[in-house]
């Protein structure tokens, strides 16, 4: 019988980042409050939420030490789905068991869900100039918590000039591709260059072992792989053709919510369940919205021609994400014993340096080229970051102070 870990059962030990850590015992609803709060602040897209959530858990809260963290982002790129939703999965496993990891999940995704399905049902959307200017102000706020992400990154796992040449090697890489893909070759040709450049300085002592038995990893390959295959053969009827067709979208993802986009438009538009009118509007508005880009799923679910409405939506939104967080389940017990090896150890630290990497590329593009249009912007940018990093203001009050200072720039 598959056993999956009570909740708060997940203990830390001496890392070599965050020093000791003493037994964290939680609730899923203490997950879920924070969690809610992220998902109606996080804006900026999942690089975005991958600089709110470090500084959340790791710089605020100490849930989980840096080198833990930068380890599971490198994972969590690897792996298929929506990167920053399945390291929220993973920060809430940690904490509550099962049931904080379900809590991460719907407090970061349902407001950005419900957000959308009021507009497929035509709720409305920001218009005039205090709307877009508020909204400009936002995605300058992404800026300022990619920035102090980097930052802090870089100091933790760019030590020395060898990690600092893999990371601006790495970085450069995705500039110059501009591809999903090339993220999964970034991470690879770190571990590659951890190994070879990285050995030494000792053996670190075990940190956070996430709380999944291999057994239940086994389980959740075998669903994951079952349902891929099985959910089609149900096709005929409505609810299953549904969640088939988010459900195979959201298996073959990799690199990003934007890389799902051509399989949603084959899933949604090409059948005649969504005009691709309807769809590149639904886009538009998720941009617009917090939490993660897969929710663009609920807004497509709500107006699915199989079964349009709230059933829609919510089969469309576990259909998506289901796929990465089962696959997530089935690499963390063994990727936790992996990484207790020495030569694992050294390609790790090559892939903390390319994380660090590539979020650096990932804060120049799309980040900074998608929000700093003119010097106003940059000056605001940057008083949001020192206010970030000097003042130690809350994410949420330069999330506030951001958008008023975009609401204020459209009269400059």
């Avoid at 992220?38 to 959530?53: Q, T």
């Avoid at 992404?142 to 930052?151: D, K, L, N, R, S």
């Avoid at 239940?216 to 053969?233: I, K």
Wanted: aromatic fraction near 8%; hydrophobic fraction near 55%.
């Amino acid at each position: 019988m598959t056993r999956w870990p009570e909740p708060g059962a997940a203990c830390y030990e001496r890392g070599d980042q965050g020093g000791a850590m003493e037994e964290s015992k939680g609730s899923a609803l203490e997950v879920l409050r924070i969690f809610l709060r992220l998902g109606c602040s996080c804006f900026g897209g999942p690089v975005a939420h991958i600089g709110y959530f470090r500084t959340e858990f790791v710089s605020k809260r100490g849930w989980l030490a840096e080198r833990d963290y930068a380890e599971l982002v490198g994972l969590c790129q690897f792996l298929p789905g929506p990167a920053s939703s399945q390291v929220g999965f993973a920060i809430g496993l940690l904490r509550a068991g099962l049931p904080g990891a379900l809590a991460a999940w719907v407090g970061f995704t349902l407001p950005s869900a419900l957000l959308l399905v009021a507009f497929a049902y035509g709720a409305g959307h920001l218009n005039g100039g205090l709307g877009q200017g508020l909204l400009h102000g936002l995605k300058l706020v992404a800026v300022a918590i990619v920035a102090q992400a980097v930052w802090g990154m870089a100091k933790s796992f760019c030590p020395d000039l060898r990690r600092a040449g893999i990371a601006v090697a790495c970085g450069l890489l995705i500039l110059s591709a501009q591809s999903g893909a090339m993220q999964l070759v970034v991470i690879a040709l770190g571990a590659l260059a951890g190994l070879a450049l990285c050995q030494g300085g000792g053996v670190p002592e075990p940190v956070a072992q996430m709380p999944v038995s291999r057994r239940a990893g086994l389980v959740a390959l075998g669903l994951f792989f079952l349902l891929l295959f099985g959910l089609p053969m149900l096709a005929w009827m409505p609810s299953m053709a549904v969640m088939a067709a988010f459900y195979h979208a959201g298996a073959l993802v990799f690199g990003g919510g934007h890389v799902v986009l051509p399989l949603l438009r084959d899933a949604v538009v090409a059948p005649g369940w969504v005009g691709s009118g309807a769809f590149l509007a639904g886009y538009g508005a998720a941009q617009a919205v917090p939490g993660p880009l897969f929710s663009f799923a609920a807004y497509l679910g709500t107006l699915a021609a199989p079964l349009p409405g709230p059933g829609g939506a919510a089969l469309a939104l576990i259909g998506i994400f289901l796929p990465g967080m089962l696959i997530l389940l089935a690499a963390l017990p063994f990727w936790a014993a992996l990484r207790r090896r020495p030569g694992a150890q050294a390609a790790m630290r090559g892939v903390n340096a390319a994380v660090v990497g590539l979020l650096a590329a990932s804060l120049y593009n799309p980040v900074w080229t998608s929000a700093v249009l003119r010097p106003a912007d940059a000056a605001l940018a940057l008083v949001l970051f020192l206010l970030l990093l000097v003042a130690k203001l809350p994410p949420l009050a330069v999330v506030g102070l951001g958008a008023l200072g975009g609401m204020g720039l459209i009269f400059i």
